[in-house]
């Protein structure tokens, strides 16, 4: 499904301020796998995201989804293949227009050429259907602008606009991240009943350690670049967030740095 063969990216090559973002990578899902991944400030994971979605190209190694290799496609022709939803509620929806423009930008993406973003009736019903699920009430609210909507409101609608066209990929970006404790669990819990109903092949970036043992069926830890551990869902079932940060510094050699870090 998603396959990553010897990815590396290097910033500011040959200065002073050279970074190595990802050194080798690889990492291949299978189709229906979520994958949680944790790692220290600037392990790279950030940049994993980036260069799966097109807004960074590797410097060398490939980029497969579904066996075709889209490691030179920019972003924007790999939107029908990837969803993605970013920490900042305000990223992944335009304020200044309603929730169902909103939808229907998200509707046409990834679809034919010639699809028109007009409104219809049907497709009305069927964004009222979508939005019902969420069990927020948004779809009594189909007019209203973006803009005021709560952040956990917004990511509600991110969430279902970029698993709207059922991606290969789904990334979450730290998305529950910016939210309170209540509105990141009601995401946590719709990013879950989306996931399993779709058979969503997921990738998830958190500082939540609880969380990133809780959710999918494997884990990925990061450092400096490099997977430094993967973990299979039998192994995830038992681990506890301290066995899980003990491994980290059994491995890497330090402590885990990450000043976001949430233990659960
Ligand atoms: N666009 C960029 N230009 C220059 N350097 C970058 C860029 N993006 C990332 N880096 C560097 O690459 C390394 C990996 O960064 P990345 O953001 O991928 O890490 P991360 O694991 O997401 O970190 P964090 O948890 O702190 O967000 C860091 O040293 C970072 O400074």
Redesign the pocket.
């Known amino acids: 499904m998603l396959e990553l063969s010897k990815v590396s ?1 290097l ?2 090559p040959g200065t002073p ?1 050279e ?4 050194i080798g990578i690889n990492l291949t899902l299978k189709p229906g796998d979520f994958v949680t991944v944790i ?12 260069i799966i979605s097109g807004v ?1 190209s590797p410097d060398s190694g490939d980029v497969r989804i579904d066996g075709n290799i889209v490691s030179e496609l920019p972003e924007y022709k790999r939107g029908r293949w990837i969803g993605r939803v970013f920490q900042d509620p305000m990223a992944g929806t335009a304020p200044h227009l309603t929730i169902e423009e909103n939808l229907s930008i998200a509707y046409v993406r990834g679809k034919k050429r010639g699809l028109s973003f007009g409104i219809t009736r049907a497709k009305r019903a069927f964004f009222q259907e979508q939005l019902k699920k969420l069990g927020i009430g948004l779809d009594n609210r189909l007019r209203a602008k973006v803009g005021q909507l709560s952040g956990g409101e917004r990511q509600a609608l991110s969430l279902l606009m970029a698993t709207f066209t059922e991606p290969q990929i789904l990334l979450l970006d ?1 998305h529950t991240a910016a939210l309170d404790p209540a509105r990141a669990e009601l995401i946590t819990r719709l990013t879950e009943s989306i996931v399993r109903e779709m058979k969503l092949t997921t990738l998830m ?1 958190t ?1 939540n350690m609880e969380q990133a043992i809780r959710l999918g069926n494997r884990l990925i830890m ?1 450092d400096k ?1 490099r997977i430094i551990l993967d973990i299979d869902e039998q192994r995830k079932k038992d681990l506890t967030v301290e066995q899980l940060l003990r491994e980290f510094e059994n491995i890497s050699g330090h402590k885990m740095a ?3 870090v949430v233990f659960g």
């Open positions: 990216k910033f500011f301020d970074k190595a973002a990802l790692g220290s400030n600037g392990a790279g994971k950030s940049t994993l995201m980036n960074v730290e970036v500082h990061m670049g990450d000043d976001r």
